[in-house]
């Protein structure tokens, strides 16, 4: 048989499409770029995912979108509540590997925890995420996915009082390393025919690639937060590899450009510093830490250390965290304790695990990046 013959020509996933795509969508298939804020707020608003429901546009428009568009979420194959709230997804997406999303419940707040790659390649030494290797990155329908579930699971698209009020880039993955789509994914999330989260409420957080930090700032002014862990180079060379590409100095200098860059001039970067027993708990090094960030608009949330299956790190007494965070706090910061959520059904930071099925390009990946001459390409 001629192969051209039986061209099958895939279907758009109209999911992951920020506003401009979307125009750009139906002025390619021949229609008036205004639809797109109709569609947007079926999808997003409503959280529509059948073109015959979409009463607001003529039938031969639905009619040509049914045959060359779908609306496509990713599939949830599990669902676990914690005693105290907490909701945690298993999504399968395609290709068969399983991200988790949480949802953290707090008063009128809802934080969703999303994930942006199918594992890690970044391999931190105590992340269970990294240990798992990389196996992809996640499109932006799959990122914005998450967030279409999670409120689709409460069955609380429309409802006056909103399920996600937050969203932090905190799950699985690196997000500066699947750049696009976690881009237009966040931008989704803040579009008001979107979701309509304030820049304020969604949270990229990095491990520190400093030349995609550089370009975010250019495109995007969402809050940042820095997975610092430790600080000196000596320390986080060992917990955060890919310190040895970016050093510190480097990497709190491209913290500096991103708030430079904002227009909101109280803005301030959040750093995250896992603690670890014996690792990087002491108070000398809270002191080292205090001094690091003296000239950095910041604000410092404390992790204590969440456990997994061969995990080589302990968390910290009570007594050590308290101390760590006295120092900080003597020195002028703002520091804070996050509370460990979801501890019964692993759902804390550093516990995603999902499903990895092949690990070998985990080292493929960071080779490249430890090698690269320029490392703005594996973006
Ligand atoms: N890759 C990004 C975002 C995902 S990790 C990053 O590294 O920033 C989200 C946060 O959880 C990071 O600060 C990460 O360092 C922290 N984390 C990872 N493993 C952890 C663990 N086992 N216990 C506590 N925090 C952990
Ligand atoms: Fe990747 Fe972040 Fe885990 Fe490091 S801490 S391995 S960058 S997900």
């Not at 707040?109 to 030494?125: E, M, Y």
């Not at 609380?156 to 996600?164: H, L, S």
Request: glycine letters at 8%.
């Amino acid at each position: 048989m001629d192969n051209a013959a039986v061209e099958v020509v895939e279907k758009v996933n109209l999911l992951g499409l920020s506003r401009v795509k979307m125009e750009q969508f139906l002025v390619e298939i021949g229609e008036k770029p205004f639809r797109a804020q109709q569609i947007l707020k079926w999808i997003h608003h409503a959280g529509v995912d059948d073109f015959e429901l979409m009463t607001n546009i003529g039938k031969s428009l639905r009619a040509k979108l049914q045959q060359v568009a779908e609306i496509r979420p990713p599939e949830i194959v599990s669902q676990k509540d914690s005693t105290d709230g907490t909701r945690k997804w298993a999504i399968r997406v395609e290709g068969g590997n399983l991200v988790e999303t949480v949802l953290i419940p707090d008063g009128h707040r809802g934080t969703l925890c999303v994930s942006s790659q199918v594992g890690c390649s970044l391999d931190c030494s105590f992340c269970s995420t990294g240990k798992q290797g990389f196996q992809r990155d996640l499109t932006a329908a799959e990122i914005i996915g998450q967030v279409w579930l999670a409120i689709k699971s409460y069955d609380a698209f429309g409802a006056k009082e909103r399920t996600v009020t937050n969203v932090v880039m905190m799950g699985m993955g690196e997000p500066l390393l699947n750049f696009d789509n976690v881009v237009d994914a966040m931008g989704l999330m803040m579009d008001d025919f979107g979701y309509g989260i304030s820049k304020r409420r969604v949270t990229l957080s990095t491990s520190g690639v400093v030349p995609a930090l550089d370009r975010l700032g250019e495109v995007s002014d969402v809050s940042l937060a820095v997975s610092l862990h430790a600080p000196n180079d000596e320390l986080r060379d060992q917990l955060v590899p890919i310190n040895r590409r970016y050093p510190i100095a480097e990497l709190l200098a491209a913290c500096q450009r991103y708030l430079d860059r904002q227009t909101d001039t109280h803005r301030v970067v959040t750093i995250e510093y896992t603690l670890m027993a014996g690792i990087n708990d002491s108070v000398e090094l809270a002191r080292e830490l205090a001094e690091v960030l003296r000239n950095l608009p910041c604000k410092i949330n404390l992790i204590p250390f969440n456990p997994f299956p061969h995990s080589s790190y302990e968390r910290p007494s009570k007594v050590a965290i308290e101390r760590f965070w006295e120092v900080l706090t003597k020195a002028g910061y703002v520091a804070t304790v996050r509370t460990t959520r979801g501890d019964d059904i692993d759902a804390a930071c550093g516990q995603l695990v999902g499903q990895v099925t092949d690990r070998t390009r985990r080292s493929e990946r960071y080779r490249e990046l430890q090698a690269g001459p320029d490392p703005i390409r594996i973006l």
